[in-house]
């Protein structure tokens, strides 16, 4: 199976050579890569070039987009740009980011894990951070969730489910919809991923309404959205986000914010939620 990764980059010089490295040490190697330079200001694109001339499976494109760190639309707009200059001849398509370390065997077992099952329309490992010099699980999200560090899929789910939304909670619609189609989700915990910045160091304070506005657009509902930023903030250990969700969440409503999935992906959403919550509570 040939996979392709697209990796957008914005003022990277500290980790992307890291990853390059991790990416030319696979026990398989990619087909592809392409490095998304989004307007960054260091030497991300000097670093990233010096690795594309000893390996030709990595590209580089230039883009220029505002500098400020939205979560979900600038960088997914750049997996956008960097999926563009891509042919389809791949089977197994990549979103990942440049500030991560990944085991030798990582792309080994991705691949091993989609011949498996023809249904497996995703999969990936887990996000490991830095504490007190040890590393530690980043425990943000449920076992079964991937993060959106690290995006691996299988070609006609990838397509099926429409390519990536430029928005906050991209990378939670995603396996939704690939449970709507009926495709499996996979995550393997033995496949270790050091995630070297942690999640959100980079977003803006008025970035923090974003999560709630994301619940409103993937269609959850007040109930669920409830429950979702509640939880989040404890997982956080900050519980005074709860309120900037729920603000997050009202202000997306009153103004009418359009949902990332249609109706009948909204019901299916919500169905599915409230499902995995009772499934918890038993």
Not at 93 to 108: A, H, M, R
Not at 219 to 232: H, M, P, Q, W
Not at 247 to 261: D, E, N, Q, S
Request: aromatic share 12%; net charge positive.
């Amino acid at each position: 199976m040939k996979y392709y990764i697209v990796i957008p980059a914005h003022n990277e010089q500290d980790f992307i050579g890291l990853t390059l490295e991790s990416l030319i040490s696979q026990t398989v190697l990619p087909s592809k890569v392409v490095v998304v330079n989004d307007n960054s200001t260091d030497k991300t694109e000097e670093i990233v070039l010096n690795f594309a001339k000893e390996n030709p499976f990595i590209s580089i494109v230039n883009k220029t987009s505002d500098a400020i760190h939205m979560p979900g639309s600038k960088v997914i707009q750049a997996f956008h740009k960097g999926f563009e200059t891509l042919d389809s001849e791949y089977d197994i398509i990549v979103k990942l980011d440049g500030d991560l370390i990944l085991p030798s065997n990582y792309f080994e077992r991705i691949l091993e894990i989609f011949k498996s099952d023809s249904t497996i329309g995703m999969a990936g490992g887990f996000a490991y951070v830095e504490k007190n010099g040890e590393w530690i699980l980043e425990n943000l999200t449920d076992k079964d969730h991937i993060r959106g560090a690290f995006k691996a899929y299988r070609k006609e789910c990838f397509l099926q489910i429409g390519n990536l939304k430029p928005a906050m909670g991209w990378d939670t619609v995603d396996e939704l919809l690939s449970k709507f189609y009926n495709w499996k989700v996979v995550t393997d915990q033995s496949l270790i991923v050091k995630h070297l910045k942690p999640t959100g160091a980079n977003y803006n304070k008025t970035a923090r309404y974003k999560q709630g506005e994301s619940f409103y657009t993937l269609g959850y509902g007040l109930f669920i959205t409830t429950i979702a930023a509640a939880k989040l903030a404890m997982m956080k250990k900050k519980p005074l986000l709860f309120f900037d969700y729920i603000r997050g969440f009202w202000k997306a409503k009153k103004a009418k914010t359009p949902l990332l999935v249609t109706p009948e992906q909204a019901k299916f959403i919500r169905s599915y939620r409230f499902k995995k919550m009772k499934q918890k509570l038993i």
